[in-house]
C-alpha cells in the first residue's frame, strides 16, 4: 500500500529583520526602469528604506508538504513561495535554504527576499512577494496532497493560483499553476519560477546539448555557450571561459539559454555531488535562465544585505510563455492557462546530459548514469554509438536512486549516442546526442522614434510592443497615432489607441475612435472576422452606464470566433443587472461553452440558476467550479445565496484583505447586486481590524471614511472613480475624496485633471501633487514653493520624510542656495533615509562642505536597493574629490592628492559599486593635476592626461585636456562632433520621455523639454568655446 503525503500547517518561527515602514505618498515614478520594462509602482505604495539593522523573533503559518523522498516548507505569508526543499536521501538542500527572513530592496515595489522558490508574475520580480496569499490543502484520492496558494496580483488584478504537490511515490514536486485575468481588458504576463541554490567553487549550470549561446536581459547581447568570449554586458571571459561554472562570472549577470528542443535544464554541485533538475513541456516552457551575482565585492554586499550566515547563491529561472525578462504574453479577458512545471533532485550522477520527468542520464567515459524518479520495475538500458551497442543492461530500481552501468568502452568527445529506457516494456527515455545545428542569436536593436516610422503597420506593431513589453518611457498611443496619420485606414491602431484610452477612463475619446473605426470596416464588410471593436465599445458603453447599448455591443461581438467567451461573459452581467435570469443563464453558458476555462461565467450561471431555482443545475454549476476553492468572487457567491458562512469567508482572506473585497464588491455592482455588494463592504468593515479596511471600502459603500488608512493600495478601478466622483458631489469639501481621485487622475496621466482636482488643497497630499504637476510644466520655483507648503502641512513620519527629501532632491537640481537645503533637511535631524542622506551629501559638497560630506557618507549605514549601488558610489567618488579640490585650492597638494588616490576605489566599508573607467576621471584628473604641481615633468601625470583626453566624460574638460597636450585640432574636432550630435539630440521626438533611471522619481518633465534643458546650454557653451579656440 502507498504511503501517503503529510501535509500540515504549523507555527514556524524564523528571525526577522523587520521591514521599514511604506510610503504613504503615491509614486508616479512613470520613467522607473525595473529589469527592461516599467518600474512605476503605481497604484501600489512602496518600501523605499532598508529593514531594520536588528532581527526578531516572528512567527510564521507554515506548511509542511513530505513523502519518502522530499520534504518541502512553504510560507503562504510571504508569496506563497517553497521556503525549503530537502532531499531526503542525501540531506541536500537542493533549494537554496534561508535561516533568516532579512528583506533587501530589490523587489519593484521594495522589500524582495532570497532563497527558495519564488513564483514569478505578471512581471519580475513578483510584485507580491512580500504579500500574503490566501492558501488551503487538498488531499488526492491517490495518496498526493497539494498546497493551494492564490491572490491577485497587485498591478492587473489578475489571478495567480500554484499548486505545490507531492506524490507518494514520486521523487519529484509539481507545481500546478492557473494564471486567470479576471477583468474585461487584456494584460501582459510572464511566469518565471525563481529558484534559489547555493553556490560555490564547484557549482555548475547545465543547458541541453542543442544550446549553443546565452543572451542577456532584452536580448541586448549575447555570447557563446558553455565557453563564451569577448564582453558580455560588462563580464570579460576574454578568449574562453567555461561559464557554466558559476562563479566563472566576475560580476552580476544573467544567461536566458537560446532555444532548445528540450524540456530540462538545472544546476549540478559537483562538490556535494548534487544537484536539482527542472522539467516542463519546451513548447510552453521556452525560459531557462540563470542569474548570479557574481565574485565582486559588490556580490559580497548583496550577500550581506539578504542573509546572515547562508552565503552566496544564484537563481535558477524556469519561464513558460517567455524565455527573456521582459518578454511578455497576452492573457486575454476571462481567459486562463494552466501548465504544469516539475523540479527534482538528483545524487551521485554528475551533470546529467539528458532528463525528462522519469529519469536523468549522464554519460562520462565508460559509464552512464540513470537516476530514476521513482521506482520501476524490468527496466531496461541501452546505450548505442552508431551501430556499435555498448551496454545493454536488465535491472530494477527498487527506489528512486542513482544506478551506474559500466560501457563495454569509452564514449569519446564529439561521438553521437543514443540511449533507451525502459521498464516493463514501455519506454521512458529516448534521447540521441548528437551534433546539433548552429543558432543564430536574435538581438534586439535601437527602437525607432514615431517620426522615424514611414509604415503604418510598424508603427502600430512598435506601439504594440511597448505596451506589451511596459516600457518605462515611450508611449505607445503616440505611434498608434503616427499609424492612423500614415494610414488612415489602419483600423488595428484605432482599435488598440481606443484600448488605451478606455483603460485612461477617457470614454468620449475611445468612442469616437471606434467609430471612426467603424466607418472604415464597414465600406465593404460589415461582418468582421474580430469582434475586438464591438467588444471595445461594449467596455466603452458600459463604463459609461449606457447598459443597453453595451448589452447590444456585446452581442454583436459574440457573432465572432475570438470574442465569444469574453463578450457573453460581460452581456451575462448585463443580463443579471436587469434581472432577466433566463438569459443571463444562457450567455454564461455560451460563455464556458466557448471556453470551459472561463470560472467567471460560471459564476454567472451559479447566480442566475440559484434565482431561477434551478437546484440540479447550482450542484452542477457548484461541480465545475470545484477547482476554484480560493476565487473569492465565488466564495461570495456561496454566501450570497446562503451556501457558505459569511464569517468564514472573511476568516479565508490571507492575501491583502481590502483590495480582495473590493475585487469582489465592485464584481458584484456590474451583475446590479448592490445589495450583496454593500453586505460585503460592511462585512469588512465590521469583521476586518481597522488597519486592514482601505478608505476606499468606506467610499465604495457610501460611507465617509474615518481615518485616510489606504493599506497600501491607492484607488485605480473604474467604480472606485465612480465611488470617489459621489462622495465629491456629497460633500464638495471632503479634500481626501478629491485628493483620491486626484491620484487617480494621475495614475491615468490625466495630469490636467489631477491638478484641478488638488488645486485649493491644503494637505501635504495636495500640495505634493501641485508641486509634481507644476514641476513638470517646467514652473520649477512653483514647485519648490509648493513642496515647501507640503512639508508644513505634512505629518510626521513617511509623510514629511517623502517630503523633505523631494523637496531637497529638487532644491539640488535647480542648485539653489546649498545651505538652506542642509537647514530644510537638518530641521528634522539626521536623516534616516537612504535618499535624503546622499541629497544631504550633495549639498554639504556644493557647500564647501566635503568634510562633512565624508563624515556623513561614513556614518550612515547605506544599503542601497538594486541599480542604486552607482549611485552611492558615485557620490563617494564626488565628495572625496570635492575634498581634494579645497586642500588643492589651500595649496596642501599632499593631501589633496591623497583624497584623489582614494577615490580611485570605492572602500569596503561602503556599501557601493560603480563600474568603468569614466567614473573615476575626476579623481584620476586630480591625481595629474598635484603630479604636475610638485613636478611639472612627471611622466605618470601625462600619462593619465593622454588617456582622460579619450576617457573623461566631460567634453569641455577633454577639450581643454586636447588643448593642454597640444592637440588642438583634435580639441577642434570634438567640439565640432558633439555640437552636430547635440543639436541632433535635440531634434529627437521620442513619444515619452527622454530616458529611464532607477529611482521612484515622481518629478518629470515631457523630452522635448529635458532635452533643451540639457542639450541647449550645451551646444551654447561648445560654441563659444569653439569660437574661442579658432
Same mark, same amino acid.
Given at each position: 500500500?502507498?504511503?501517503?503525503?503529510?501535509?500540515?500547517?504549523?507555527?514556524?518561527?524564523?528571525?526577522?529583520?523587520?521591514?521599514?515602514?511604506?510610503?504613504?505618498?503615491?509614486?508616479?515614478?512613470?520613467?522607473?526602469?525595473?529589469?527592461?520594462?516599467?518600474?512605476?509602482?503605481?497604484?501600489?505604495?512602496?518600501?523605499?528604506?532598508?529593514?531594520?539593522?536588528?532581527?526578531?523573533?516572528?512567527?510564521?503559518?507554515?506548511?509542511?508538504?513530505?513523502?519518502?523522498?522530499?520534504?518541502?516548507?512553504?510560507?503562504?505569508?510571504?508569496?506563497?513561495?517553497?521556503?525549503?526543499?530537502?532531499?531526503?536521501?542525501?540531506?541536500?538542500?537542493?533549494?537554496?535554504?534561508?535561516?533568516?527572513?532579512?528583506?533587501?530592496?530589490?523587489?519593484?515595489?521594495?522589500?524582495?527576499?532570497?532563497?527558495?522558490?519564488?513564483?514569478?508574475?505578471?512581471?519580475?520580480?513578483?510584485?507580491?512577494?512580500?504579500?500574503?496569499?490566501?492558501?488551503?490543502?487538498?488531499?488526492?484520492?491517490?495518496?498526493?496532497?497539494?498546497?493551494?496558494?492564490?491572490?491577485?496580483?497587485?498591478?492587473?488584478?489578475?489571478?495567480?493560483?500554484?499548486?505545490?504537490?507531492?506524490?507518494?511515490?514520486?521523487?519529484?514536486?509539481?507545481?500546478?499553476?492557473?494564471?486567470?485575468?479576471?477583468?474585461?481588458?487584456?494584460?501582459?504576463?510572464?511566469?518565471?519560477?525563481?529558484?534559489?541554490?547555493?553556490?560555490?567553487?564547484?557549482?555548475?549550470?547545465?543547458?541541453?546539448?542543442?544550446?549553443?549561446?546565452?543572451?542577456?536581459?532584452?536580448?541586448?547581447?549575447?555570447?557563446?555557450?558553455?565557453?563564451?568570449?569577448?564582453?558580455?554586458?560588462?563580464?570579460?571571459?576574454?578568449?574562453?571561459?567555461?561559464?557554466?561554472?558559476?562563479?566563472?562570472?566576475?560580476?552580476?549577470?544573467?544567461?536566458?539559454?537560446?532555444?532548445?528542443?528540450?524540456?530540462?535544464?538545472?544546476?549540478?554541485?559537483?562538490?556535494?555531488?548534487?544537484?536539482?533538475?527542472?522539467?516542463?513541456?519546451?513548447?510552453?516552457?521556452?525560459?531557462?535562465?540563470?542569474?548570479?551575482?557574481?565574485?565582486?565585492?559588490?556580490?559580497?554586499?548583496?550577500?550581506?544585505?539578504?542573509?546572515?550566515?547562508?552565503?552566496?547563491?544564484?537563481?535558477?529561472?524556469?519561464?513558460?510563455?517567455?524565455?527573456?525578462?521582459?518578454?511578455?504574453?497576452?492573457?486575454?479577458?476571462?481567459?486562463?492557462?494552466?501548465?504544469?512545471?516539475?523540479?527534482?533532485?538528483?545524487?551521485?550522477?554528475?551533470?546529467?546530459?539528458?532528463?525528462?520527468?522519469?529519469?536523468?542520464?549522464?554519460?562520462?567515459?565508460?559509464?552512464?548514469?540513470?537516476?530514476?524518479?521513482?521506482?520501476?520495475?524490468?527496466?531496461?538500458?541501452?546505450?548505442?554509438?552508431?551501430?556499435?551497442?555498448?551496454?545493454?543492461?536488465?535491472?530494477?530500481?527498487?527506489?528512486?536512486?542513482?544506478?551506474?552501468?559500466?560501457?563495454?568502452?569509452?564514449?569519446?568527445?564529439?561521438?553521437?549516442?543514443?540511449?533507451?529506457?525502459?521498464?516493463?516494456?514501455?519506454?521512458?527515455?529516448?534521447?540521441?546526442?548528437?551534433?546539433?545545428?548552429?543558432?543564430?542569436?536574435?538581438?534586439?536593436?535601437?527602437?525607432?522614434?514615431?517620426?522615424?516610422?514611414?509604415?503604418?503597420?510598424?508603427?502600430?506593431?512598435?506601439?504594440?510592443?511597448?505596451?506589451?513589453?511596459?516600457?518605462?518611457?515611450?508611449?505607445?498611443?503616440?505611434?498608434?497615432?503616427?499609424?492612423?496619420?500614415?494610414?488612415?485606414?489602419?483600423?488595428?491602431?484605432?482599435?488598440?489607441?481606443?484600448?488605451?484610452?478606455?483603460?485612461?477612463?477617457?470614454?468620449?475619446?475611445?468612442?469616437?475612435?471606434?467609430?471612426?473605426?467603424?466607418?472604415?470596416?464597414?465600406?465593404?464588410?460589415?461582418?468582421?472576422?474580430?469582434?475586438?471593436?464591438?467588444?471595445?465599445?461594449?467596455?466603452?458603453?458600459?463604463?459609461?452606464?449606457?447598459?443597453?447599448?453595451?448589452?447590444?455591443?456585446?452581442?454583436?461581438?459574440?457573432?465572432?470566433?475570438?470574442?465569444?467567451?469574453?463578450?457573453?461573459?460581460?452581456?451575462?452581467?448585463?443580463?443579471?443587472?436587469?434581472?432577466?435570469?433566463?438569459?443571463?443563464?444562457?450567455?454564461?453558458?455560451?460563455?464556458?461553452?466557448?471556453?470551459?476555462?472561463?470560472?467567471?461565467?460560471?459564476?454567472?450561471?451559479?447566480?442566475?440558476?440559484?434565482?431561477?431555482?434551478?437546484?440540479?443545475?447550482?450542484?452542477?454549476?457548484?461541480?465545475?467550479?470545484?477547482?476554484?476553492?480560493?476565487?473569492?468572487?465565488?466564495?461570495?457567491?456561496?454566501?450570497?445565496?446562503?451556501?457558505?458562512?459569511?464569517?468564514?469567508?472573511?476568516?479565508?482572506?490571507?492575501?491583502?484583505?481590502?483590495?480582495?473585497?473590493?475585487?469582489?464588491?465592485?464584481?458584484?455592482?456590474?451583475?446590479?447586486?448592490?445589495?450583496?455588494?454593500?453586505?460585503?463592504?460592511?462585512?469588512?468593515?465590521?469583521?476586518?481590524?481597522?488597519?486592514?479596511?482601505?478608505?476606499?471600502? #468606506?467610499?465604495? =459603500? $457610501?460611507?465617509?471614511?474615518?481615518?485616510? %488608512? @489606504?493599506?497600501?493600495?491607492?484607488?485605480? &478601478? /473604474?467604480? +472606485?472613480?465612480?465611488?470617489?466622483?459621489?462622495?465629491?458631489?456629497?460633500?464638495?469639501?471632503?479634500?481626501?475624496?478629491?485628493?483620491?481621485?486626484?491620484?487617480?487622475?494621475?495614475?491615468?496621466?490625466?495630469?490636467?485633471?489631477?491638478?484641478?482636482?488638488?488645486?485649493?488643497?491644503?494637505?501635504?497630499?495636495?500640495?505634493?501633487?501641485?508641486?509634481?504637476?507644476?514641476?513638470?510644466?517646467?514652473?520649477?520655483?512653483?514647485?519648490?514653493?509648493?513642496?515647501?507648503?507640503?512639508?508644513?502641512?505634512?505629518?510626521?513620519?513617511?509623510?514629511?520624510?517623502?517630503?523633505?527629501?523631494?523637496?531637497?532632491?529638487?532644491?539640488?537640481?535647480?542648485?539653489?542656495?546649498?545651505?538652506?537645503?542642509?537647514?530644510?533637511?537638518?530641521?528634522?535631524?539626521?536623516?534616516?533615509?537612504?535618499?535624503?542622506?546622499?541629497?544631504?551629501?550633495?549639498? #554639504?559638497?556644493? =557647500? $564647501?562642505?566635503?568634510?562633512?560630506?565624508? %563624515? @556623513?557618507?561614513?556614518?550612515?549605514?547605506? &544599503? /542601497?536597493? +538594486?541599480?542604486?549601488?552607482?549611485?552611492?558610489?558615485?557620490?563617494?567618488?564626488?565628495?572625496?574629490?570635492?575634498?581634494?579640490?579645497?586642500?588643492?585650492?589651500?595649496?596642501?597638494?599632499?593631501?589633496?592628492?591623497?583624497?584623489?588616490?582614494?577615490?580611485?576605489?570605492?572602500?569596503?566599508?561602503?556599501?557601493?559599486?560603480?563600474?568603468?573607467?569614466?567614473?573615476?576621471?575626476?579623481?584620476?584628473?586630480?591625481?595629474?593635476?598635484?603630479?604636475?604641481?610638485?613636478?611639472?615633468?612627471?611622466?605618470?601625470?601625462?600619462?593619465?592626461?593622454?588617456?582622460?583626453?579619450?576617457?573623461?566624460?566631460?567634453?569641455?574638460?577633454?577639450?581643454?585636456?586636447?588643448?593642454?597636450?597640444?592637440?588642438?585640432?583634435?580639441?577642434?574636432?570634438?567640439?565640432?562632433?558633439?555640437?552636430?550630435?547635440?543639436?541632433?539630440?535635440?531634434?529627437?521626438?521620442?513619444?515619452?520621455?527622454?530616458?529611464?533611471?532607477?529611482?521612484?522619481?515622481?518629478?518629470?518633465?515631457?523630452?522635448?523639454?529635458?532635452?533643451?534643458?540639457?542639450?541647449?546650454?550645451?551646444?551654447?557653451?561648445?560654441?563659444?568655446?569653439?569660437?574661442?579656440?579658432?
Amino acid at each position: 500500500m502507498k504511503r501517503k503525503v503529510t501535509a500540515q500547517s504549523f507555527t514556524l518561527t524564523i528571525p526577522t529583520y523587520p521591514e521599514a515602514p511604506y510610503e504613504t505618498l503615491p509614486m508616479f515614478a512613470e520613467t522607473r526602469n525595473h529589469q527592461a520594462t516599467s518600474g512605476n509602482p503605481f497604484p501600489n505604495a512602496v518600501t523605499l528604506s532598508p529593514c531594520a539593522e536588528t532581527a526578531e523573533e516572528k512567527e510564521y503559518i507554515a506548511v509542511r508538504l513530505e513523502n519518502k523522498y522530499i520534504q518541502l516548507i512553504i510560507l503562504p505569508q510571504l508569496g506563497g513561495r517553497i521556503f525549503a526543499a530537502l532531499d531526503k536521501r542525501s540531506g541536500y538542500n537542493f533549494f537554496y535554504r534561508q535561516h533568516v527572513i532579512k528583506p533587501a530592496l530589490i523587489g519593484c515595489l521594495g522589500s524582495w527576499i532570497s532563497g527558495g522558490v519564488e513564483f514569478n508574475w505578471p512581471f519580475h520580480h513578483r510584485p507580491a512577494t512580500y504579500m500574503a496569499t490566501d492558501w488551503t490543502i487538498e488531499t488526492g484520492d491517490d495518496g498526493s496532497a497539494t498546497v493551494w496558494l492564490s491572490d491577485s496580483d497587485p498591478y492587473y488584478r489578475m489571478k495567480g493560483t500554484v499548486g505545490i504537490c507531492l506524490y507518494p511515490d514520486k521523487c519529484y514536486l509539481e507545481t500546478k499553476v492557473r494564471v486567470t485575468n479576471r477583468t474585461s481588458v487584456r494584460h501582459p504576463f510572464l511566469w518565471w519560477q525563481n529558484a534559489a541554490v547555493s553556490v560555490n567553487e564547484n557549482y555548475r549550470l547545465f543547458f541541453p546539448h542543442d544550446v549553443d549561446h546565452v543572451v542577456h536581459h532584452y536580448r541586448t547581447v549575447s555570447t557563446s555557450w558553455p565557453v563564451a568570449k569577448g564582453n558580455y554586458s560588462g563580464c570579460d571571459f576574454g578568449g574562453g571561459t567555461d561559464i557554466s561554472l558559476i562563479y566563472n562570472a566576475p560580476h552580476s549577470t544573467s544567461y536566458f539559454a537560446a532555444p532548445s528542443k528540450f524540456d530540462f535544464f538545472g544546476g549540478y554541485d559537483e562538490g556535494w555531488d548534487a544537484g536539482v533538475i527542472h522539467i516542463a513541456d519546451h513548447h510552453i516552457s521556452p525560459g531557462k535562465k540563470m542569474f548570479t551575482w557574481g565574485r565582486d565585492q559588490n556580490a559580497k554586499s548583496w550577500e550581506t544585505k539578504l542573509t546572515d550566515t547562508d552565503g552566496p547563491y544564484c537563481e535558477l529561472m524556469a519561464g513558460v510563455y517567455t524565455d527573456n525578462q521582459p518578454d511578455f504574453t497576452w492573457l486575454a479577458p476571462y481567459e486562463t492557462k494552466s501548465f504544469s512545471q516539475y523540479w527534482y533532485p538528483i545524487t551521485k550522477t554528475g551533470v546529467p546530459d539528458y532528463a525528462d520527468l522519469q529519469c536523468s542520464v549522464t554519460v562520462k567515459g565508460d559509464k552512464v548514469s540513470v537516476a530514476s524518479t521513482s521506482a520501476l520495475p524490468d527496466v531496461r538500458v541501452r546505450l548505442s554509438v552508431g551501430d556499435e551497442e555498448l551496454c545493454d543492461e536488465l535491472t530494477e530500481f527498487k527506489d528512486a536512486t542513482t544506478l551506474n552501468f559500466k560501457l563495454s568502452r569509452k564514449v569519446n568527445p564529439g561521438e553521437c549516442w543514443r540511449i533507451q529506457v525502459t521498464s516493463a516494456g514501455r519506454p521512458l527515455s529516448d534521447y540521441t546526442d548528437e551534433k546539433f545545428p548552429a543558432q543564430t542569436p536574435r538581438i534586439i536593436g535601437r527602437r525607432k522614434t514615431p517620426d522615424e516610422i514611414d509604415s503604418a503597420y510598424e508603427a502600430y506593431n512598435v506601439g504594440e510592443h511597448l505596451i506589451l513589453y511596459r516600457d518605462p518611457v515611450a508611449d505607445p498611443e503616440k505611434y498608434w497615432e503616427r499609424s492612423i496619420k500614415l494610414d488612415k485606414h489602419m483600423i488595428p491602431a484605432y482599435l488598440s489607441l481606443a484600448e488605451s484610452r478606455i483603460r485612461r477612463g477617457l470614454y468620449d475619446e475611445a468612442e469616437k475612435l471606434l467609430d471612426d473605426a467603424t466607418v472604415l470596416r464597414d465600406e465593404f464588410n460589415q461582418r468582421p472576422e474580430s469582434g475586438k471593436i464591438h467588444y471595445l465599445y461594449g467596455l466603452c458603453y458600459q463604463r459609461q452606464g449606457r447598459y443597453d447599448d453595451a448589452y447590444d455591443a456585446f452581442r454583436k461581438a459574440m457573432w465572432s470566433y475570438d470574442k465569444v467567451s469574453a463578450a457573453a461573459t460581460k452581456a451575462s452581467a448585463l443580463a443579471l443587472r436587469r434581472r432577466d435570469w433566463k438569459d443571463a443563464r444562457a450567455l454564461a453558458g455560451m460563455a464556458y461553452e466557448s471556453d470551459n476555462s472561463n470560472s467567471a461565467a460560471v459564476i454567472r450561471m451559479l447566480l442566475a440558476d440559484y434565482r431561477l431555482h434551478d437546484d440540479a443545475a447550482v450542484k452542477a454549476d457548484i461541480a465545475l467550479l470545484s477547482e476554484e476553492k480560493l476565487n473569492m468572487t465565488y466564495a461570495w457567491a456561496l454566501v450570497s445565496v446562503g451556501m457558505a458562512d459569511e464569517g468564514e469567508f472573511f476568516a479565508r482572506l490571507q492575501s491583502p484583505p481590502s483590495q480582495t473585497v473590493i475585487d469582489v464588491a465592485c464584481e458584484f455592482m456590474s451583475f446590479g447586486f448592490n445589495t450583496e455588494a454593500r453586505k460585503l463592504l460592511d462585512g469588512a468593515i465590521n469583521r476586518l481590524p481597522e488597519e486592514k479596511v482601505s478608505a476606499m471600502v #468606506y467610499y465604495l =459603500a $457610501g460611507l465617509t471614511p474615518p481615518s485616510e %488608512e @489606504l493599506c497600501r493600495v491607492f484607488p485605480t &478601478r /473604474p467604480e +472606485e472613480a465612480l465611488a470617489l466622483e459621489k462622495a465629491i458631489e456629497a460633500d464638495p469639501r471632503d479634500e481626501f475624496a478629491r485628493y483620491l481621485l486626484g491620484v487617480l487622475r494621475m495614475g491615468q496621466r490625466r495630469y490636467g485633471e489631477a491638478e484641478a482636482l488638488w488645486s485649493g488643497g491644503k494637505s501635504c497630499g495636495c500640495l505634493r501633487g501641485l508641486a509634481i504637476c507644476a514641476w513638470r510644466r517646467g514652473a520649477r520655483a512653483k514647485a519648490l514653493e509648493l513642496l515647501r507648503r507640503a512639508c508644513k502641512a505634512a505629518r510626521k513620519g513617511p509623510e514629511l520624510d517623502a517630503a523633505i527629501f523631494e523637496s531637497a532632491y529638487l532644491m539640488n537640481q535647480t542648485r539653489a542656495d546649498p545651505e538652506k537645503t542642509i537647514s530644510l533637511i537638518l530641521s528634522a535631524g539626521e536623516p534616516e533615509r537612504d535618499d535624503t542622506a546622499l541629497e544631504l551629501i550633495t549639498a #554639504y559638497c556644493r =557647500a $564647501g562642505k566635503a568634510k562633512k560630506a565624508l %563624515e @556623513l557618507l561614513k556614518a550612515h549605514n547605506f &544599503r /542601497p536597493g +538594486e541599480g542604486s549601488e552607482a549611485m552611492l558610489a558615485q557620490s563617494y567618488i564626488n565628495t572625496v574629490c570635492s575634498l581634494g579640490d579645497e586642500h588643492f585650492r589651500r595649496g596642501e597638494i599632499d593631501t589633496a592628492l591623497e583624497n584623489y588616490l582614494a577615490a580611485q576605489s570605492i572602500p569596503e566599508w561602503l556599501d557601493g559599486n560603480i563600474s568603468g573607467e569614466s567614473p573615476f576621471a575626476r579623481a584620476k584628473l586630480g591625481e595629474a593635476e598635484c603630479l604636475l604641481r610638485k613636478n611639472p615633468d612627471d611622466e605618470k601625470a601625462k600619462a593619465i592626461l593622454a588617456r582622460l583626453c579619450d576617457i573623461h566624460p566631460d567634453t569641455f574638460v577633454r577639450a581643454d585636456l586636447l588643448m593642454r597636450v597640444g592637440r588642438k585640432d583634435d580639441a577642434v574636432k570634438l567640439l565640432e562632433g558633439r555640437i552636430s550630435d547635440w543639436k541632433r539630440q535635440l531634434k529627437i521626438c521620442e513619444s515619452g520621455y527622454y530616458r529611464s533611471q532607477p529611482a521612484f522619481l515622481s518629478y518629470l518633465e515631457p523630452a522635448a523639454a529635458e532635452r533643451r534643458r540639457i542639450f541647449s546650454p550645451l551646444i551654447k557653451r561648445a560654441e563659444e568655446t569653439l569660437k574661442k579656440l579658432k
